[in-house]
């Protein structure tokens, strides 16, 4: 069985004190692969993250994808953001933690599978927001009298 354990997690649908609640209960460090850690809510920024999570948090901009706005996923350095994965590991759990709703379509996977194919040991979980997935909305046109 692997002892290390590597969370992925989209911040959409949380609150920060739910993220560190769930970080708490898995006793695990968020890593934020943002390249670059801001967001039009203040609350998703470095800055409060580290005010809120704590000795939970770190920026790993290594692991970032430079291409966050378009085009196809290019992380920033992953040799590097892995190394910092490992020495995270070596503590306990990870959370690698972005916006993107979809891991499917998410820098997220393919960092798991750059980390599965560099020959790394771990079990990998992808955590649904509390609630599971929020409905998306849908436009209705409006029905108008007869």
């Known amino acids: 069985m692997c002892e290390q354990k590597v969370y992925t997690v989209s911040y959409s649908g949380w609150t920060p004190e739910q993220l560190r609640q769930k970080a ?8 934020d692969v943002r390249v670059k850690p801001s967001s039009r809510m203040p609350q998703w920024r470095k800055q409060a993250l580290q005010t809120i999570l704590e000795s939970r948090y770190a920026h790993v901009p290594a692991l970032g994808n430079l291409n ?13 953001g892995a ?3 490992d020495v995270a590991l070596k503590k306990g759990p990870v959370m690698l933690m972005c916006v993107c709703r979809s891991y499917d379509k998410c820098h997220r996977k393919t960092i798991v599978e750059k980390l599965a194919a560099s020959g790394r040991e771990f079990e990998h979980e992808e955590i649904p927001p509390p609630g599971g997935r929020k409905p998306k909305r849908r ?5 108008l009298p007869i």
């Open 24 to 31: 708490e209960e898995l006793d695990a460090t968020i890593l």
């Open 68 to 80: 966050y706005r378009g085009g196809p996923i290019m992380l920033q350095d992953f040799t590097t």
């Open 83 to 85: 190394a910092t994965l």
């Open 139 to 143: 436009y209705q046109q409006p029905q």
